[in-house]
């Protein structure tokens, strides 16, 4: 079992083939995992990638999972890592800060995604193909 699992879901309000182009830009994989180089081992077209992953520090594997579901798509993350060093003693305090600081870093980034592609789109809107809104929406609580 790898030393860091992490699992996260975000709901995208955009069409999945706008989701997929950008998991699928390597230009997006150096600033989702800087620390990391991506090597994908599994395209899976529409549905994400899966990618091998080794750095300074750590090597494993990152998957996103692409699932359409309610007029957008839900993207599933998984970061399965192991340090580089096996010398290094991991207590399980340090294990779960390092999980933590994972974890708020691609959520970060997921939620960056979420703006680019759903363009300024207020909840409660449909999304035309292009990804974008068709106008005001209707108000929400928080919007």
């Known amino acids: 079992m790898p030393l860091i699992e992490l699992v996260d879901e975000t709901y995208l309000a955009c069409q999945p083939d706008i989701a997929a182009a950008a998991v699928h830009d390597p230009l997006n994989w150096s600033i989702w995992w800087p620390e990391l180089d991506c090597t ?3 395209d899976r077209g529409s549905v994400g990638v899966r990618w091998s992953v080794a750095g300074k520090e750590w090597v494993g594997s990152i998957e996103l999972w692409l699932e359409p579901v309610s007029g957008g798509v839900l993207v599933h993350h998984y970061q399965r890592l192991d340090p580089v ?7 399980p305090r340090k294990v779960s800060a390092e999980r933590q600081r994972r974890a708020h870093a691609w959520k970060r980034q997921a939620l960056d995604l979420k703006d680019s592609l759903e363009g300024g789109r207020r909840p409660g809107t449909p999304i035309h193909s292009n990804g974008s809104s068709p106008g005001e929406g209707v108000p929400t609580l928080g919007g």
């Not at 060093?85 to 207590?91: I, K, L, M, P, Q």
């Open 85 to 91: 060093s096996s010398g290094r003693a991991w207590s």
């Open 40 to 42: 994908p081992f599994m």
